[in-house]
């Protein structure tokens, strides 16, 4: 292979045309070229339209009696076609036809000169601007090598058409001239085709090094994403092993604490077991004791008191075994909440005859008094009337045991399917650092901020665990020496008068 042409093999262009084969590569070739030449084009045509108006000077000396018809074809026709042509470069749709626009214009000069140098063949003046021409459509405006190569031919021959059908020149002339003509248009060829040979082999380079750009940019993309992606990967895992260090010692954390825990629960069991020895043997040695001096009465009167202890340490021993028992059922887990349709103020009244005649109360002078959230013709509800009836006597139990002096009183609200139960007393209270642990198992047992008490530290405990089997809470508010208010939530279903009335009717 030529090694001239390699590299017009390289960028796989036709050799005549100079044309792309890839037809959108010859069409992003044209705007470049355009975008890049536009302006020398300009340049290029407002020039060769005053160089064409200033060689008007010449044809007063040289045209003689052709001098009109020269300034006809120079200022009515040629330069009009350039100015033309420079006016439209202005247009945003000029670089869809600005090359057929500049061979247009070149034929139109130079089939001009042509004329020209017809009509006055001995000038050789015209000649030189045929030369001109040949210069400018070649190299200086723009026009690319294959159109500009038709040009300068179709110049070539329509002068010798001219010049044998029109003119009156000598041969020896007409060949002369051609002889400068081809010669020119042979130079004028060699160097457009290498000018665009040139700007291809630049726009060709510029292609690849866009497509390098784009395959770098690519692959920093790409290497962005990896890095992003192994750097997210590190993140959660970073962030994983913080979530399982953190968890280990939230783990360690509860482990120290359930340790704790069961180190304490072993203390207050024990404690527990302790004193449910001592709590059971007193009232079974108590009964044990005065039943066996019942044979040795001296009256009735005294027989009735040694019954009295006989039977108040019996009540004392069931109550007792009755904690012991709810206990192992929570602890089993087998403990079940029978919800019925109870008379709310019915259940308040009888807790309050049961407590009205309580020892304590009377033998302290209490005050003991209670107040109902809901009419008597309208206080029907559902839930467990067992367990909310042991809640009761649980915490006025434990009111009326811890105050002296004073009064004690319980009551309720109802708002939107929620009671509000309250037990007020002005005992001895409760310190505040014990408050925290009042509802735990055994803490009868294990606080010493009050006197000793006969229980088993479980009342308030179960307490709480009935509540929250019924969907219920528990809080207290206490200072020491002043009083204690223990208050509970539990929501229940009510019974409103219309729909007791209509399931009567229904009923009957």
């Not at 470049?32 to 340049?43: K, M, V």
């Not at 003119?167 to 060829?189: H, K, Q, R």
């Not at 019942?294 to 009755?322: C, P, S, T, V, Y």
């Not at 409103?496 to 009335?501: A, G, L, N």
């Amino acid at each position: 292979m030529n090694p001239g042409f390699a590299h017009i093999k390289s960028m796989e262009i036709n050799k005549l045309t100079l044309n792309f084969f890839d037809k959108e590569k010859e069409r992003k070739f044209r705007s470049y070229y355009f975008q890049n030449s536009h302006i020398a084009t300009r340049i290029s045509f407002i020039l060769v339209a005053l160089l064409y108006s200033i060689f008007g000077y010449l044809d007063y000396y040289m045209a003689g009696e052709n001098m009109i018809l020269f300034w006809k074809i120079r200022y009515f026709v040629v330069v009009p076609v350039l100015l033309t042509t420079f006016f439209l470069s202005f247009l945003k749709s000029f670089s869809k036809y600005w090359q057929e626009l500049m061979f247009l214009s070149y034929l139109v000069a130079s089939f001009a000169i042509i004329l020209m140098i017809v009509k006055l063949p001995n000038d050789f003046v015209y000649s030189n601007g045929m030369l001109l021409i040949f210069f400018a459509g070649y190299v200086f405006i723009k026009l690319r090598f294959f159109l500009a190569t038709i040009a300068g031919w179709l110049s070539v021959i329509t002068y010798n058409i001219l010049a044998f059908k029109l003119g009156n020149a000598e041969l020896s002339t007409i060949i002369a001239n051609d002889f400068f003509f081809v010669a020119a248009n042979l130079i004028g060829m060699f160097a457009g085709y290498n000018a665009e040979v040139f700007d291809r082999r630049n726009f060709f380079l510029y292609l690849q090094i866009a497509q390098k750009n784009k395959d770098i940019e690519f692959i920093n993309k790409n290497l962005e994403k990896t890095v992003e992606r192994r750097t997210k990967l590190l993140n959660m895992r970073n962030e994983d092993l913080h979530n399982e260090i953190a968890r280990r010692i939230e783990i360690e954390g509860e482990l120290i604490k359930a340790k704790e825990k069961a180190e304490e629960s072993d203390k207050l069991k024990s404690a527990f077991l302790t004193n449910m020895s001592h709590e059971i043997r007193t009232p079974m040695n108590g009964i044990i004791g005065f039943a066996e001096l019942l044979r040795d009465a001296e009256n009735e009167e005294e027989m009735n008191e040694f019954i009295d202890i006989i039977i108040k340490n019996g009540q004392h021993l069931l109550d007792l075994i009755n904690d012991i028992i709810d206990l192992s059922k929570i602890e089993a887990g087998v403990l079940q909440i029978f919800k019925t349709e109870i008379n709310l103020n019915e259940l308040t009244k009888e807790i309050y005859d049961m407590f009205a005649n309580n020892n304590n109360v009377i033998d302290k002078e209490l005050r003991f008094t209670y107040e109902n959230g809901l009419p008597d013709d309208d206080c029907r509800i559902i839930t467990d009337r067992v367990r909310l009836k042991q809640i009761l006597i649980n915490l006025i139990n434990n009111a009326i045991k811890y105050t002296e002096k004073g009064s004690v009183e319980f009551g309720y609200t109802y708002d939107n399917g929620i009671l509000h139960f309250y037990i007020s007393d002005t005992g001895i209270g409760i310190a505040e650092e014990h408050q925290e642990h009042l509802f735990e198992r055994f803490m009868q047992v294990t606080l010493n901020n009050t006197p000793k008490k006969e229980g088993t530290g479980l009342g308030l405990a179960i307490t709480k665990t009935y509540l929250k089997m019924m969907g219920g809470n528990i809080k207290v508010r206490s200072t020491l020496n002043v009083g204690s208010t223990f208050s509970f939530t539990l929501p229940v279903e009510r019974i409103s008068i219309k729909q007791r009335q209509e399931e009567q009717s229904y009923g009957v």
